[in-house]
Protein backbone atom coordinates (compact mmCIF):
# COMPACT_ATOMS: atom_id res chain seq x y z
CA UNK A 1 0.00 0.00 0.00
CA UNK A 2 1.84 3.50 -0.89
CA UNK A 3 0.88 7.05 -0.14
CA UNK A 4 1.74 9.68 -2.76
CA UNK A 5 1.80 13.15 -1.34
CA UNK A 6 0.36 15.23 -3.48
CA UNK A 7 0.88 18.27 -1.09
CA UNK A 8 1.58 19.10 2.19
CA UNK A 9 2.23 22.90 2.27
CA UNK A 10 0.51 25.34 4.84
CA UNK A 11 0.25 27.60 2.36
CA UNK A 12 1.10 28.69 -1.72
CA UNK A 13 3.98 29.98 -3.17
CA UNK A 14 5.82 28.70 -5.46
CA UNK A 15 6.10 25.27 -7.54
CA UNK A 16 6.73 23.24 -4.30
CA UNK A 17 3.79 24.57 -2.17
CA UNK A 18 0.42 22.54 -2.59
CA UNK A 19 -2.12 22.55 0.41
CA UNK A 20 -2.44 19.10 2.04
CA UNK A 21 -3.89 16.18 -0.32
CA UNK A 22 -2.41 12.51 -0.45
CA UNK A 23 -3.18 9.73 -3.16
CA UNK A 24 -3.98 6.56 -1.13
CA UNK A 25 -3.03 3.63 -4.53
CA UNK A 26 -4.96 5.27 -7.15
CA UNK A 27 -8.55 5.46 -6.12
CA UNK A 28 -8.39 7.49 -2.23
CA UNK A 29 -7.83 10.70 -1.19
CA UNK A 30 -7.06 11.86 2.16
CA UNK A 31 -7.85 15.40 2.38
CA UNK A 32 -8.25 17.16 -1.36
CA UNK A 33 -6.41 20.82 -1.27
CA UNK A 34 -4.65 22.15 -4.27
CA UNK A 35 -2.11 19.33 -5.08
CA UNK A 36 -5.00 17.17 -6.47
CA UNK A 37 -4.47 19.71 -9.35
CA UNK A 38 -1.37 17.94 -10.64
CA UNK A 39 -3.17 14.80 -11.67
CA UNK A 40 -4.08 14.61 -15.24
CA UNK A 41 -7.60 14.15 -16.25
CA UNK A 42 -7.38 10.12 -15.79
CA UNK A 43 -6.00 10.42 -12.51
CA UNK A 44 -9.22 12.36 -11.61
CA UNK A 45 -11.36 10.52 -12.93
CA UNK A 46 -10.13 7.43 -10.88
CA UNK A 47 -10.54 8.70 -7.73
CA UNK A 48 -13.82 7.09 -5.62
CA UNK A 49 -13.31 7.83 -1.80
CA UNK A 50 -12.05 11.17 -0.27
CA UNK A 51 -11.60 11.52 3.73
CA UNK A 52 -11.34 14.56 4.98
CA UNK A 53 -10.24 15.58 8.13
CA UNK A 54 -12.15 18.90 8.34
CA UNK A 55 -13.65 21.83 6.60
CA UNK A 56 -11.03 24.71 6.61
CA UNK A 57 -9.86 26.04 2.79
CA UNK A 58 -6.90 24.08 2.28
CA UNK A 59 -8.25 20.67 2.58
CA UNK A 60 -11.58 21.22 1.40
CA UNK A 61 -10.84 23.23 -2.12
CA UNK A 62 -10.37 20.67 -4.64
CA UNK A 63 -13.29 18.56 -3.72
CA UNK A 64 -15.62 20.71 -5.84
CA UNK A 65 -13.49 21.08 -9.11
CA UNK A 66 -12.48 17.62 -8.84
CA UNK A 67 -16.24 16.29 -8.83
CA UNK A 68 -17.08 19.01 -11.65
CA UNK A 69 -14.36 17.53 -14.00
CA UNK A 70 -14.75 13.81 -13.88
CA UNK A 71 -18.58 13.44 -13.23
CA UNK A 72 -19.55 12.61 -16.30
CA UNK A 73 -16.53 10.71 -16.57
CA UNK A 74 -17.93 7.85 -13.95
CA UNK A 75 -20.28 5.29 -13.12
CA UNK A 76 -20.86 6.10 -9.66
CA UNK A 77 -20.35 9.00 -7.15
CA UNK A 78 -17.19 10.37 -5.39
CA UNK A 79 -18.16 9.49 -2.47
CA UNK A 80 -16.97 11.64 0.64
CA UNK A 81 -16.07 10.42 4.19
CA UNK A 82 -16.17 13.20 6.63
CA UNK A 83 -17.58 14.00 10.45
CA UNK A 84 -21.85 15.14 9.83
CA UNK A 85 -20.05 18.22 11.52
CA UNK A 86 -17.94 18.41 8.24
CA UNK A 87 -20.95 17.20 6.06
CA UNK A 88 -23.31 19.89 7.53
CA UNK A 89 -20.65 22.47 6.33
CA UNK A 90 -19.99 21.45 3.30
CA UNK A 91 -23.58 21.17 1.92
CA UNK A 92 -24.02 24.65 4.07
CA UNK A 93 -21.15 27.01 2.69
CA UNK A 94 -19.66 25.28 -0.28
CA UNK A 95 -22.08 22.43 -2.19
CA UNK A 96 -25.08 25.18 -1.69
CA UNK A 97 -25.92 26.35 -5.45
CA UNK A 98 -24.23 29.73 -4.36
CA UNK A 99 -20.37 29.18 -4.03
CA UNK A 100 -21.27 25.52 -5.67
CA UNK A 101 -23.60 23.50 -7.62
CA UNK A 102 -24.48 20.83 -5.42
CA UNK A 103 -23.77 17.91 -6.94
CA UNK A 104 -25.64 15.47 -4.17
CA UNK A 105 -28.51 16.46 -7.20
CA UNK A 106 -26.71 16.23 -10.14
CA UNK A 107 -27.37 15.04 -12.66
CA UNK A 108 -30.48 14.07 -10.18
CA UNK A 109 -30.52 13.09 -6.44
CA UNK A 110 -30.27 8.99 -7.52
CA UNK A 111 -27.32 9.16 -9.60
CA UNK A 112 -25.63 12.21 -8.36
CA UNK A 113 -22.17 12.85 -9.38
CA UNK A 114 -21.19 13.44 -5.38
CA UNK A 115 -22.34 11.32 -1.98
CA UNK A 116 -21.79 12.48 1.75
CA UNK A 117 -20.70 9.14 4.04
CA UNK A 118 -20.70 10.32 7.80
CA UNK A 119 -18.15 8.77 10.15
CA UNK A 120 -17.50 9.34 13.50
CA UNK A 121 -14.35 9.48 15.74
CA UNK A 122 -13.52 5.30 16.16
CA UNK A 123 -15.20 4.14 13.50
CA UNK A 124 -13.30 2.56 10.77
CA UNK A 125 -14.31 2.32 6.88
CA UNK A 126 -13.29 -0.81 4.75
CA UNK A 127 -12.26 -0.63 1.92
CA UNK A 128 -11.05 -4.04 0.17
CA UNK A 129 -7.46 -4.95 2.29
CA UNK A 130 -7.58 -1.50 3.42
CA UNK A 131 -9.10 0.31 6.89
CA UNK A 132 -9.35 3.96 7.42
CA UNK A 133 -10.01 4.80 11.33
CA UNK A 134 -11.02 7.91 12.32
CA UNK A 135 -9.08 9.45 15.25
CA UNK A 136 -9.62 11.96 17.57
CA UNK A 137 -8.03 15.83 17.22
CA UNK A 138 -8.37 19.33 18.35
CA UNK A 139 -8.61 22.03 16.06
CA UNK A 140 -10.26 25.41 15.69
CA UNK A 141 -13.34 23.76 14.10
CA UNK A 142 -14.69 19.74 14.20
CA UNK A 143 -11.61 17.52 13.10
CA UNK A 144 -10.19 14.36 13.02
CA UNK A 145 -7.07 12.69 11.97
CA UNK A 146 -6.91 9.32 10.23
CA UNK A 147 -5.42 5.38 10.50
CA UNK A 148 -4.47 4.06 7.38
CA UNK A 149 -4.05 0.23 8.22
CA UNK A 150 -2.71 -1.74 4.88
CA UNK A 151 -3.31 -5.42 6.80
CA UNK A 152 0.86 -5.15 6.98
CA UNK A 153 1.63 -2.26 8.35
CA UNK A 154 -0.41 1.25 9.41
CA UNK A 155 0.14 5.21 8.63
CA UNK A 156 -1.18 7.82 10.79
CA UNK A 157 -1.97 11.77 9.98
CA UNK A 158 -2.84 14.03 12.39
CA UNK A 159 -4.59 16.17 10.31
CA UNK A 160 -4.69 19.71 11.74
CA UNK A 161 -4.41 19.78 16.07
CA UNK A 162 -3.18 20.95 18.30
CA UNK A 163 -1.66 18.82 21.61
CA UNK A 164 -4.69 16.22 22.08
CA UNK A 165 -4.20 13.70 24.81
CA UNK A 166 -6.59 11.35 23.31
CA UNK A 167 -4.74 11.32 19.75
CA UNK A 168 -1.98 10.63 21.96
CA UNK A 169 -3.74 8.02 23.67
CA UNK A 170 -5.37 6.50 20.13
CA UNK A 171 -1.34 6.56 18.59
CA UNK A 172 -0.50 4.46 21.12
CA UNK A 173 -2.63 1.67 21.29
CA UNK A 174 -1.68 1.42 17.77
CA UNK A 175 0.80 -1.84 16.94
CA UNK A 176 2.95 -1.95 13.61
CA UNK A 177 3.13 1.90 13.25
CA UNK A 178 4.95 2.72 10.46
CA UNK A 179 4.75 6.29 9.76
CA UNK A 180 2.89 9.57 11.74
CA UNK A 181 2.44 12.40 9.58
CA UNK A 182 2.16 15.15 11.90
CA UNK A 183 1.84 18.82 11.32
CA UNK A 184 4.00 21.71 12.56
CA UNK A 185 2.59 24.72 11.32
CA UNK A 186 4.32 27.44 13.20
CA UNK A 187 7.84 28.33 14.74
CA UNK A 188 8.39 28.39 18.54
CA UNK A 189 8.26 32.45 18.47
CA UNK A 190 5.14 32.47 16.98
CA UNK A 191 3.62 29.98 20.56
CA UNK A 192 0.37 32.45 21.06
CA UNK A 193 -0.50 31.92 17.62
CA UNK A 194 -0.11 28.19 17.87
CA UNK A 195 -2.17 28.11 20.37
CA UNK A 196 -5.15 30.48 19.38
CA UNK A 197 -5.45 28.85 16.15
CA UNK A 198 -4.87 25.12 17.38
CA UNK A 199 -2.08 24.23 15.67
CA UNK A 200 1.44 22.57 16.51
CA UNK A 201 4.72 24.66 17.06
CA UNK A 202 7.98 22.85 17.49
CA UNK A 203 7.55 22.55 21.66
CA UNK A 204 4.31 21.29 21.54
CA UNK A 205 5.29 19.04 18.75
CA UNK A 206 8.04 17.67 21.13
CA UNK A 207 5.63 16.99 24.22
CA UNK A 208 3.55 15.00 21.89
CA UNK A 209 6.37 12.90 20.45
CA UNK A 210 7.96 12.69 23.98
CA UNK A 211 4.42 10.54 25.17
CA UNK A 212 4.32 8.27 22.46
CA UNK A 213 5.56 4.86 23.30
CA UNK A 214 5.77 3.51 19.55
CA UNK A 215 8.16 4.23 17.02
CA UNK A 216 6.98 5.45 13.67
CA UNK A 217 9.02 7.43 11.53
CA UNK A 218 7.87 11.04 12.01
CA UNK A 219 7.09 13.26 9.02
CA UNK A 220 6.46 16.82 9.52
CA UNK A 221 3.76 18.52 7.33
CA UNK A 222 1.76 21.71 7.16
CA UNK A 223 4.73 24.05 7.41
CA UNK A 224 3.78 27.70 6.85
CA UNK A 225 5.76 28.83 3.47
CA UNK A 226 8.58 31.32 4.53
CA UNK A 227 8.94 29.64 8.08
CA UNK A 228 9.66 26.24 6.61
CA UNK A 229 13.45 26.11 7.53
CA UNK A 230 13.22 27.86 10.49
CA UNK A 231 10.39 25.26 11.82
CA UNK A 232 12.45 22.16 10.87
CA UNK A 233 15.47 24.09 12.19
CA UNK A 234 13.67 24.16 15.63
CA UNK A 235 12.83 20.70 15.61
CA UNK A 236 16.18 19.30 14.64
CA UNK A 237 17.37 21.29 17.79
CA UNK A 238 15.35 19.04 19.99
CA UNK A 239 16.54 15.92 21.54
CA UNK A 240 14.54 12.99 21.76
CA UNK A 241 13.83 9.15 20.81
CA UNK A 242 12.02 10.22 17.48
CA UNK A 243 14.02 12.17 14.76
CA UNK A 244 11.11 13.79 12.43
CA UNK A 245 11.77 14.32 8.72
CA UNK A 246 10.66 17.21 6.39
CA UNK A 247 7.32 15.13 4.31
CA UNK A 248 7.96 16.40 0.41
CA UNK A 249 5.41 16.81 -2.16
CA UNK A 250 5.91 14.02 -4.77
CA UNK A 251 7.59 12.00 -1.52
CA UNK A 252 5.84 7.89 -1.40
CA UNK A 253 5.57 6.46 1.85
CA UNK A 254 5.04 2.63 1.92
CA UNK A 255 3.53 0.31 4.42
Request: proline share 5%.
Amino acid sequence: MKLKVLGCSGGIGGSQARTTSFLVDEDTLVDCGTGVGDLDLDALARIDHIFITHSHMDHITSIPLLVDSVGELRRMPVTVYATEEVIRILRSHVFNWLIWPDFTAIPDRHQAFLRFQPIKIGQSVKLGARTFTALPAHHTVPAVGYCIDSGSGKLVYTGDTAYSAELIAAINQLSDLRHLIVETAFPDEQHGLAMASRHLCPSMLRALLDELVVSPEVHISHLKPGFDNRIMSQIGAQTGRLRPKPLEMGQTLSF
